[in-house]
């Protein structure tokens, strides 16, 4: 058994860490630890101890060391759990949410740790779901049109609130002083390989989906920041890097201090940060064209590989080299998906079928699914729109709301909680429907992530509401066995891993044996409720009817006039 | 106290009759006894005791015996209470639920009872929700518009399966032996007059709500019923009568056999027969031109009076001397409006807020309204349309269904609440709209029923959507007093009671002290949110976009495909 190789993958979720310990002939993931971090998110005050400072509405940090102590604790937690030696332990790989990103020292000091700036909110890492800098994004978005940037159609003619330069523009705004100490701006995925490695990189993936880089133009010009604020015509070169790697390259050595850490051996490789879903591709088997990934979960993100640079309606983003080195990345997401189900149990649903499921000993979860599974397509006789939390693609507009229509006396909560499933699937299947009209081939759907491991009906649901066959990665955590492939790329074929993602998939990467199939009956069912779902979609979507926006108007002017 | 003058109200509701004695001279209720039917409604199997006689869905049947027994339980018990002597008991009025309707011989006995149709179940009463003649009903309002029949107007365009000859017609399609054994046909209104007075008498309301007679033009021609059925040509000649009596009219006296049953004295003035609905509207003041009655309830029956008949969009129907004589009386109606808060606190209302009111001591209904009411109009970012059992008036439109738009991830149960409650304000904004469009003034809404008595919320809501004052009837039951007062014209002013209707609504109805008042700021939001409805309520409702409709259809198919 000397021969055998193994990879470790670190996922840095939004609660907690996870390492992954992966054999590298075949996948198979040997062991596994998470680590809670122990100040999670960070949305109400900051963890001073004693001392408050209260967070505005919107906020969401972490603490850089939480993700030191995922490294201290998971990894040397696998190796222990495996018995394997840290000698066979070829590479090792991150992934991370994004847009995560700190301002940190030119050593890589997070701002966060020096005692000047622990109190002042800017100084933290700020996670993905920190929604402050909408003000920002406006302004950012404002500017693109106004002065016609190539870069705006790539991102589905909008830059998120979430991304890398609302954040920064946000601390340019709100705190000054941070950001003309901030000597970097950084994703916290590559200040976690820099902190492995103990030298910056920048990987192509988060630059590309999030800081509007592109391998053929780019960052934005100065012209373009300095129109956004003076301070800003710089950012790139003062506070980045235009120096992007490739994912799927060696980001370099283990440093001596990670080895500490982690239990590794100083000297193995370390791979170029990426991103969960975006590295959960190679995981779910595709390293190809024609094969959509949806990873999904409380939202869902949907990934597909296209060999040229093509405008989709919609779409997140176009990244060339974002996933697959060599291709082009396309990325693309519903906002709310999973969130839509845990509202309609938590909020939805009455006490009789809690009781049931309680007496069936089931997740209401379950319980619902069960009874919604005894319906027909159709036989709710209720359509919905999925846009409780706004309308990623393809409409790109988070003013957009939930809908639900065909209610009589008879309707019962399995009713809605099929027609919530459904209008996912619709949502689904539009993106699908977009980037096949775009000339980005979609001919399946491999599916990862929580749902995907554990809703039957859901899975059946989208199947027949898109007519396409969705086979089911094996993994029930993609991200890590991904970052773990990446891992194994990083160290090469001659250290006993692999020259490129494409052949690590090739032996790393599995499905499951469910595979869902469309049934012709049911598909041609859904094919009528499709039809609706999209005339309602474009109604009060695309502008004849501005409803949704004109509720939001009313209803900020009835918390102003109360408040 | 020898001239004290008393009359006795007999309302004939669903599950129960209710008397009421009632003061002449001021409209005091002095004593109120009910009889809940010992039958109930007869929706599954007919009283035969071992002998099962099963009915199909959409049957909904009474026991004629159910209401002779109302009579002999309830007057009684009011004299007992109040120790009235009957002598001063000066008059009887009744009003019933419309059209409930049942075949008896020449002599009035219902077929029920006789031995040979007992166990038939077409020779019962057929209750007002009976549901079964949709087949009947569609071929009436074929054959009307085919034939151009000048009368279709004055129903809105369409004759309901609820009403009297699509329940005929019913009994001749599926019961031909029961049709021809029917001396006549009457509505159960008539016949407790009949088995009160010894004699037949029909009255103008539910002859020209529910059987298609008005004073000017009288009952559809003969060539009409011939069209729907060769052996229906002769329906109003051989089963019904042409003398229609006015309400307000005396039917005649008590005979010596009903005396026996109420303990009331024969001889006792009868009036003519009512209708609960319409018979509240001088209950609760109105007699004149201007004010609309608004009857609230699981359903909400919109009544209101004008100098002469005028075409109003989805009205229910226009009958002269139909609730005051000398008056046209106009009825519009929402299907749904209590039966959607019953639906959503039985169906969409979760454990968290069922516990907060256990822990409150209230009851649900009343839990959301001390919720919904801390929210301000619009806050809730929620529109709906109230169609849950389809739209009476003003689009009579029985297959559209309900919507609900704007929801959020942070969307709650108190929201949904009082979104349903803003919609069907808006609905009957809506009808008070057409009403006022076609000529017909409605400047206040004069509320009455559970709704009006219980829910403070919604009343205001109700006032501030509508932007017109809303008082409320002071009597909690306003049919049975209507009854009563009808009851004191019949004995008319000589015998101690009132030579009109009009006389007797000045001395004994009366308004409760509260009266709703819109407020300009709420009102000027229920602006901004009623015209949202509108736009919705046409786009849905007007063919813009059936979609409610093909839903239903994909529904029977769906329901077909799987039975």
Not at 481 to 503: H, K, P
Not at 504 to 533: I, N
């Amino acid at each position: 058994m000397a021969s055998r190789r193994y990879a470790v993958g670190v996922d840095f979720g939004t609660e907690s860490g996870r390492a992954v310990l992966v054999d590298v002939a075949d996948g198979r993931e040997v062991a596994t630890a998470t680590y809670e971090y122990s100040h999670g998110v960070i949305d109400e005050f900051l963890p001073l101890g004693e001392r408050k400072v209260r967070l505005a509405p919107d906020w969401a940090l972490q603490d850089p060391d939480d993700y030191i102590r995922t490294f201290r604790s998971t990894v040397p937690a696998v190796l222990r759990q495996s018995g394997v030696d840290p000698a066979s332990v070829i590479g090792v790989g991150i992934d991370f949410t994004a847009c995560t990103m700190l301002p940190v020292l030119a050593d890589g000091t997070p701002l966060c740790r020096l005692d000047e700036f622990r109190a002042s909110p800017h100084a933290w890492v700020k996670l993905w779901k920190h929604h402050a800098a909408q003000p920002e994004a406006d302004r950012i978005n404002e500017a693109a049109e106004r002065l016609g940037q190539p870069w705006l159609p790539r991102y589905g003619g909008k830059i998120s609130s979430e991304w890398f330069f609302s954040k920064a523009l946000q601390i340019l705004d709100e705190a000054p002083e941070i950001y003309a100490a901030a000597d970097r701006l950084i994703e916290a995925a590559d200040w976690v390989v820099w902190q492995l490695t103990g030298h910056e990189t920048r990987n192509s993936c988060t630059a590309g989906y999030k800081a509007i880089w592109s391998k053929q133009d780019g960052f934005p010009e100065s012209d373009y920041f300095a129109a956004l604020d003076p301070r800003l015509r710089n950012i790139v070169d003062e506070k980045m890097s235009r120096q992007i790697a490739s994912v799927g390259e060696r980001a370099g050595d283990l440093s001596a201090q990670a080895a500490g850490w982690t239990g590794l051996r100083a000297g193995t490789a370390v791979a170029v940060a990426n991103v969960d879903a975006h590295v959960s591709v190679p995981a779910a088997t595709v390293t190809e064209p024609g094969r959509m990934v949806a990873v999904m979960g409380t939202s869902i993100c949907h990934l597909v590989l296209g060999p040229s640079s093509r405008e989709v309606e919609g779409m997140c983003g176009v990244v060339e080299d974002g996933i697959i080195p060599g291709l082009f990345g396309y990325e693309a997401g519903q906002s709310a998906v999973g969130d839509i189900f845990g509202w309609f149990v938590d909020h939805g649903v009455p006490p009789e079928y809690h009781a049931l499921a309680a007496r069936q000993d089931l997740d209401i979860h379950a319980l619902l699914e069960q009874e919604a599974a005894k319906l027909a397509p159709g036989e709710s006789g209720l359509l919905a729109l999925d846009w409780w939390n706004g309308n990623r693609s393809i409409l790109v507009d988070v003013d957009l709301t939930g809908l639900i229509l065909g209610m009589t006396l008879a309707t019962r909560a399995p009713d809605i909680y099929r027609a919530l499933i459904e209008a996912t699937a619709f949502g689904t299947r539009l993106i699908v429907d977009s980037f096949n009209a775009a000339g980005v081939a979609v001919n399946e759907i491999v599916a990862c992530g929580g749902l995907a491991q554990r809703n039957e009906l859901l899975m059946q649901i989208y199947a027949d509401a898109t007519g396409l066959e969705i086979p089911v990665a094996a993994s029930s955590q993609t991200p890590a066995l991904g970052s773990a492939m990446f891992g194994a790329v990083a160290a090469g074929r001659l250290a006993g891993g692999y020259d490129s993602i494409v052949d690590a998939a090739h032996k790393m990467a599995r499905l499951a044996d469910v595979r869902y199939r469309p049934d012709p009956d049911r598909a041609r069912v859904y094919d009528q409720l499709y039809a609706e779902y999209r005339t309602l979609h474009d109604y009060f979507g695309r502008g004849a009817n501005d409803v949704m926006k004109r509720l939001k108007g009313i209803r900020t002017d009835a918390l102003g006039a109360g408040g």
